[in-house]
């Protein structure tokens, strides 16, 4: 039997995962990716367009200092102030928000003026589509991605799923034993620092993590994975 429900989300760094099961596919996902610009490592969050929001809200930041159309979207800007404690000394880190129409891009930058922050997007080709936001780095300016970009799901009564490309630091983790085979690849169970288990699917072009939330029955993992179809599209 078919799975009643299939949602694609779409990492930053182009790449589409397609996920179909018996399950709810409903709530939003998130992508991150590390680039490299000018020697610098900055982190972004890609998600839906009240993710701008509600990180604005949760750093107490209730007006931005600016905003500007910018590569087909609204950038915003606010400056906040906080104290390091283990620098021990006030930190100014920039908010910076980039918002399309159904998806918004979010990162913080230290030390960083607006021009700073102009010639770093710049550099990052930003595009907006029907599944999600993407980057395209520009690499004659000096700017990479620093790994594969990841996509984050939570799936009420499955977990939290961590998705994105395999990469050989993924795969020396792996048991040499075989792992459970389920149609999206092998299912490998282990257990976090803190005793609680989580599992690792690794596929051909896919590799994800899966970590039991509240609402999860970690013995009853496998069952769902093995009726979950995740693959990349695109």
Excluded at 53 to 74: H, K, M
Excluded at 203 to 208: K, Q
């Amino acid at each position: 039997m078919a799975p009643s429900a299939a949602v694609e989300h779409r990492a930053l760094d182009g790449i589409a995962y397609r996920l179909a099961a018996d399950l709810d596919l409903s709530r939003p996902a998130t992508s991150v990716v590390e680039v490299v610009a000018d020697g610098r490592l900055y982190e972004l969050t890609a998600g839906p367009a009240a993710l701008a929001e509600a990180v604005a809200a949760s750093l107490g930041v209730t007006a931005f200092d600016s905003e500007l159309a910018f590569q087909g979207g609204t950038l915003r800007t606010a400056t906040t102030s906080e104290y390091d404690a283990q620098a021990q000394q006030v930190e100014n880190p920039t908010l910076v928000v980039w918002q399309g129409r159904r998806f918004s891009l979010v990162t913080r930058l230290y030390r960083a003026a607006l021009t700073d922050v102009l010639l770093l997007l710049r550099t990052l080709g930003i595009a907006e589509h029907d599944d999600g936001i993407t980057l395209t780095p520009d690499a004659s300016a000096g700017t990479r991605l620093a790994r594969p970009a990841t996509v984050v799901k939570e799936v009420p009564t499955l977990g939290l799923v961590e998705m994105g490309r395999p990469t050989r630091e993924h795969t020396v983790q792996l048991p040499p034993w075989q792992g459970a085979s389920v149609p999206s690849g092998e299912l490998f169970r282990d257990t976090l620092s803190d005793g609680r288990p989580f599992f690792v699917l690794s596929g051909s072009a896919v590799w994800a993590t899966i970590v039991p939330l509240a609402d999860t029955t970690a013995d009853r993992v496998p069952a769902l994975v093995d009726g979950l179809d995740l693959r990349a599209v695109g």
